[in-house]
């Protein structure tokens, strides 16, 4: 591979903290249970905090906690201002946020602005005021096609399966990209945006240092939502490419004044407040219009999750985001995973929901390695809640059992994102492994297999070469050292299989992605190893972070 300068450093404004936070993702109902239901809490967070404290990270991200009867785990909201009863009320959020900044952890809520629930008061009024009405102007309703309106209005697919349009009682069908108990909104009635920025100023009243935005490149629709033309959509499955339904030129007003208020936020209060876009477009350059200067401040670069084990894969995507992304005067946000997608583990090791975990070994081997490789490169990172602890996927959880309305409606061809939302394991020796309080009811919302007590966080605690420990130590060099924030990035040139870039003066990583071992390409004191035995050698799947001879 040559040798190539691909990024130049930074610009001053990189001291914002968001460019180059590690932010924790908080799956609320999986996280931690402080009452004993079986379902995580507020106040289960609260009750963590010292860990990701100790774990190293700038900040948390929180999963929709508010009210909603469920269907998506709470991406289906009810009422945007309050907290769902499992969760905990409006003051266990006050008290989470509170104790949080005391330990001087920001935290980000998520907003989902594209569709609410069906039993959001809105949604509920446009049901019964009928065809024809305001409130119905609030949503996409429409007449059905065929003799007797029997057919939905359009070809648009669900992006969990099956059609986008579900009838009312009436004449009428209304529109959800989701779920049929999802909603969407109708953004071009100046009614939605004025509630949402209500809902904005609401949350940054309540002290957030940011937002999460669910499908930000959603919201509007083509007019007169015309048939997608090239519609050759198996029934089942959804369609995230659908140009009149996704990433129309309007979205982009609502990010710049959203911007707006975020800035006018951190003048008024002195603190730098960050709008983080869920962004799902597969194209880069689209990506970045998103996240120019006057719109979100960051979106996800899934490209790198989406990256294949391999030198090449990985050294185009990274490429493309310090190229692409950062060029559009922000900084990358590196993510290898989330709640909707299989754990790098099982991904690195060849399994799959429902089709086996894989080779678990060389996937732990590799989650290692790509970990550093992504606390190494400039930007942020947005760690998933047992991603420090090495978590596999859960693969074999019984049908029978499985919430995911992406499995639902698939008719079960899809299995869905259950198995990387398994409530976490805390510790080994105890009732439901910690995740809720000992001598509680304490069934899990979804069941635990016997294997998670190997990645229970207390028994990592106490193993020098764990999950738990790479990260924890990784996170402490990237606060001591300033060029892994800082630094400029240059490519180094390997062999075949191998990257390597530095860091400003100071600091190298070295990735081994083929299966055997090669000369570490950098000579230097290794700081951090994915795997003990790497040092002039890096074995197979293997990462370190070198000192050398001149860094500081
Ligand atoms: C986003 C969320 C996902 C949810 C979907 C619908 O993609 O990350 O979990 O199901 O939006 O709100």
Known sequence: MSAEVCCPPLPGSARDWWQTAVVYQVYVRSFADSDGDGIGDLDGVRARLPYLRSLGVDALWLNPFYPSPQHDHGYDVSDYRGVHPEYGTLESFDRLIRDAHRLDLKVLVDVVPNHCSIEHPWFRAALAAGPGSPERAHFHFADGRGEYGELPPNNWRSIFGGSAWQRASDTQWFLHTFAAEQPDFNWRHPDVSSYFEEVLRFWLDRGVDGLRIDVAHGLHKADGLPDHEHAEHDELTGDPINPHAWNQPEVHGVWRSWRAIAEEYSRRTGRDRVLVGEVGLLDTDQLAQYQRPDELHQTFFFEFLRAEWDDQALHDVIDRGLGTIAGSGSSVAWVLNNHDMPRSVTRYAGGAPGAGPGDLHLGLARARAAALLMLALPGSSYLYQGEELGLPEVTDLPEHLLT???????????????????????????????????????????????????????????????????????????????????????????????????????????????SRPVCNPVEGVVLIASDTEAGEKLPANSAVWTLLPDGT
Do not use: K
């Open 404 to 514: 995911d309305p992406m499995f639902h409606r698939s008719g079960g061809v899809r299995r869905g994102r259950d198995g990387c939302r398994v409530p976490l394991p805390w510790t080994a020796a105890h009732d439901s492994f910690g995740f809720s309080p000992d001598g509680t009811r304490g069934t899990t919302w979804l069941p635990q297999p016997d294997w998670f007590a190997e990645h229970a966080a207390d028994l990592l605690l106490g193993s020098g070469d764990s999950m738990l420990h790479l990260y924890r130590e990784a996170l402490a060099l990237r606060h001591r050292i300033p060029a892994l924030a800082f630094g400029d990035f240059r490519w180094l040139p390997t062999e075949p299989g191998v990257l390597a870039f530095t860091r400003g003066d100071g600091l190298a990583c070295a990735v081994n992605c083929s």
